[in-house]
DNA sequence: TAGATTGTTAATCGATTAACAATC
DNA sequence: TAGATTGTTAATCGATTAACAATC
């Protein structure tokens, strides 16, 4: 159930720092663009918006990457993050569903730049094929499974309508791709071993509007600092 | 700190809760569209995608609002986390910044079904302005003063590069924003009081990626269930 | 009354944090 | 050597879960 069971080292990543790795490869890289070498985890704690303390214990379960009394070299650090998360060479990615979302999805730069490469647009819609999204031509549904053939596709984006959010995702696990991206606002059912994250846009709107409402209530204390 | 401390019943509903309350919400919308009344928590959190235990642990922090031997009335409930969360009427967003991501959102339409309302669009870009998205108009960044106070605007959408998320979020919160959903690869800064929530595509796939490497190594178990 | 299911308790598990010994 | 900063320990905190008494 967790997995491989330990044994020769394979080192167990709690899944709260999993989530965080990428963070601080993004805040890495942009240290690395401001041309600093050297950074301390208070440095980088920082920029990625988390507490040292916290970006050590992170760190340390991936190995000991630092110096005592210096620091962390920027661009070492930086590979060994990208290598933990398996992102040091291009991962072939395929989206399903070219409407608003799917466009902005094909479009969006952070893909390429962070170790994706789109490989293939699909569209249940006909009259979309042959259209060119990001230099990418929207090709048909029915094309999934020689698309993930060839280009040994692993990872999926559901972009279409929660209705066809199910179908897509089990022709996905058909074809053999094991993790999902869902921006489809359903919960979609795969079995044991495939791997589903879901990024709701309502759902994230909705918890600002709770915190919003508990502090126009009780008028007690306002925002202490207005900056 | 922690906000009001409590006292006369404000109820403290951990982070954790609150945001699974929108999954419940949208799962008890699901069954009231399929026509059923009644649901037991096994069966509610069947469609919400959490265990029964949670679930039931959740609802307990907003009240008893179940009949035990019988299960929850859908329409009762549902209106009991809508009122929680604070989206029974509509609260006016602004979204800033209208590229692809900014489009798909201005078009998604599942704000607008879960009780916010997109008031205004802005782009620092003069060619877009007067462009019609969605029905909305895209108007000037520096307008944004004038419709915050006009349509008392608590929430903003940042859909703009990395490079403009941190002056928008200063702009926004000058004008009285209290809430930021940022979808910018930028961690934003923000003073005391302010909330932000941060989207991040580009993080969601690395996540997918590090255990997709995971799968790939070790060979020793495959998927068990292959559906 | 018997059966069903909630709401709550208590145990467990995992994540965060402060503090500091190790060490550059 | 003195100063700095990592990597780790241990304490704390919060979230999850199973179990079951309460009660419809």
Do not use: W
């Not at 070299?73 to 590979?79: C, E, H, I, N, P």
């Not at 059912?189 to 791997?195: I, K, L, R, S, T």
């Amino acid at each position: 159930m967790a997995g491989r069971t330990a044994g020769e080292g394979v080192r167990e990543i709690p899944e709260a720092t999993v989530a965080r790795l990428p963070v601080y490869l993004r805040a890495l890289t942009g240290l690395a663009d401001d041309g600093i070498t050297t950074c301390s985890s208070e440095e980088l704690a920082l920029v990625a918006g988390v507490n040292s303390a916290k970006l050590r214990k992170d760190l340390s379960y991936l190995g000991s990457y630092g110096t005592r009394g210096v620091g962390y070299d920027v661009d070492y650090l930086r590979y060994q993050i990208a290598r933990e998360i398996g992102v040091t060479q291009d991962l072939p990615v395929v989206i399903v569903g070219i409407g608003n979302l799917g466009h902005a999805l094909a479009n969006y730069s952070g893909f390429r730049s962070r170790g994706f490469r789109v490989v293939a647009l699909l569209d249940a819609d006909p009259t979309r094929h042959g259209e060119v999204v990001a230099g990418v031509e929207v090709r048909a549904f029915d094309d999934l499974e020689a698309i993930v053939r060839e280009h040994d596709v692993a990872i999926g984006v559901i972009a279409t309508p929660a209705s066809a959010a199910q179908d897509v995702a089990d022709r996905m696990v058909a074809c053999g791709i094991s993790s999902v991206l869902n921006f489809a606002p359903a919960v979609i059912a795969v079995p044991e071993g495939v791997d589903v994250r879901k990024v709701d846009l309502s759902i994230e709107l909705q918890i600002l509007a709770y915190h919003e409402q508990r502090k126009s209530h009780g008028a007690g204390e306002r925002m202490e600092a207005a900056q």
